[in-house]
């Protein structure tokens, strides 16, 4: 490793991916070394929107959640911040 490496270190956890609809969202859980390696362990499709700080709260603590870009993504991510 480069001693002037400024990365974050890699997730411990899996990482999980969130699709967000005003309705609905859904995700998966990959786990993995990489993109090329990574298998989906679990998935969600379709929950309703108002479950979702109760979904993440039942997420282990080395997940780490990607939320992709939308209108409301900002409002989400600090929603889910604890």
Known sequence: M??????PPA????VIGLDL???????AALA???AATAQVEQQWDRLP???L?????RLPSGDV??????GNTFA???????
Request: glycine share 8%; proline share 5%; no cysteine.
């Open 11 to 14: 997730p411990r956890g899996r």
């Open 65 to 70: 959640i990607a939320v992709e870009a939308s």
């Open 32 to 34: 993995g070394q990489d």
């Open 76 to 82: 989400v991510a600090e929603q889910l911040r604890g």
């Open 53 to 57: 700080e109760r979904w993440a709260r």
């Open 2 to 7: 480069k001693t002037n490496d400024t990365s």
């Open 49 to 51: 929107t108002n479950e």
């Open 21 to 27: 609809h005003p309705d609905v969202f859904s995700a």
